[in-house]
């Protein structure tokens, strides 16, 4: 029993900032890696930032030196920092994380609900 909610979305002008937060909680006994993917209609899901368990973090190009993502791993949250933004990063975010439940005792992908971000004058 794991659960993904992520929380932080919104309106935000071009050239502005916003912060998304995920949260994992539930049954854990460990989580492992951690992303933020974005959709668009018509869109396949796109993942946007990742961050290992060790800490290794990725982007996708569009977004290198803008976002930034990092985790606490003592409260099973993960973040999404977003820098100058731009219309183009308008989309729903998901949060994606792989956690270790207490019944399974294996790692299982979760996905949170969305949240909308929405870039525009």
């Known amino acids: 029993q794991v659960q993904v909610v992520e929380s932080g979305g919104g309106l935000v002008q071009p050239g502005g900032s916003l912060s998304l937060s995920c949260a994992a909680s539930g049954s854990i006994d460990s989580i492992g890696f951690m992303g933020w993917y974005r959709q668009v209609p018509g869109k396949q899901r796109e993942l946007v930032a990742s961050i290992s368990s060790g800490g290794i973090r990725n982007y996708v190009d569009s977004v290198k030196g803008r976002f930034a993502i990092s985790r606490d791993n003592a409260k099973n949250t993960v973040a999404l920092q977003m820098n100058s933004v731009k219309p183009e990063d308008t989309a729903v975010y998901y949060c994606?994380?792989?956690?270790?439940?207490?019944?399974?005792?294996?790692?299982?992908?979760?996905w949170g609900q969305g949240t909308q971000v929405t870039v525009s004058s």
């Open positions: 994606n994380v792989f956690a270790r439940d207490d019944v399974r005792h294996a790692f299982r992908e979760y």
